[in-house]
């Protein structure tokens, strides 16, 4: 089941608060993730619901990114 949108993308980049940013869903929000990650991968970025409830961790989008960064060099 594909969580409903919007979902929100949150880091801490300095300060006590963290940032949050919303996209449409999360498909959108996975390739913000990605496309950002040599910033972000510091900032313990987490991936929420639309009721602001964890979908996906640090640990887990980390584990993500590494995985793809593997396939790449085999893609043809």
Not at 8 to 28: K, N, Q, V
């Amino acid at each position: 089941m594909t969580p409903q949108g919007p979902v929100h993308l949150r880091w801490r980049a300095s300060g006590a608060a963290p940032e949050i940013e919303t996209f449409p869903d999360l498909d959108a929000a996975l390739d913000a993730v990605e496309e950002r990650w040599e910033e972000l991968q510091h900032q313990a970025p987490q991936i929420l619901d639309h009721r602001k409830i964890l979908l996906i961790s640090t640990e887990q989008l980390k584990a993500a990114i590494i995985e793809e960064g593997e396939e790449e060099p085999g893609a043809a």
